[in-house]
């Protein structure tokens, strides 16, 4: 069974950063990505990257936010600037395998940005 392990949330104030990281214990992965999911909200996808090395943003934190991968480590990290407090929410790793096209979580990190 695939665990995703996410690190790196905290407390920020507007306009600081935050580096999220995110390790697989085991598999090879098509995408990997982070969703996040504010109270009284859906989740949403933040950004996402391919095996390829495609990325791809929502239009709230394009400019932003960088998402990037290092395969060797089967981890996906969010590099997070400029924050404001509707950035604020539980993040979530989400990883898609190569294969089988498997979907795993990890169990989310609290990020708050305070105004």
């Known amino acids: 069974q695939v665990q995703l392990v996410e690190s790196g949330g905290g407390l920020v104030q507007d306009g600081g950063s935050l580096r999220l990281s995110c390790t697989a214990s085991?598999?090879?992965?098509?995408?990997m990505a982070w969703y996040r999911q504010a109270p009284g909200k859906q989740r949403e996808m933040v950004a996402t990257?391919?095996?390829?090395?495609?990325?791809d943003y929502a239009d709230s934190v394009k400019g932003r936010f960088t998402v990037s991968r290092d395969y060797a480590k089967k981890s996906v990290y969010l590099q997070m600037n400029s924050l404001k407090s509707e950035d604020t929410a539980v993040y979530y790793c989400?990883?898609?395998?190569?294969?089988?096209?498997?979907?795993?979580w990890g169990q989310g990190t609290q990020v708050t940005v305070s105004s």
């Open positions: 989400f990883a898609k395998t190569i294969v089988s096209m498997k979907e795993y």
């Open positions: 085991s598999g090879i992965f098509y995408s």
């Open positions: 990257m391919t095996s390829d090395g495609n990325a």
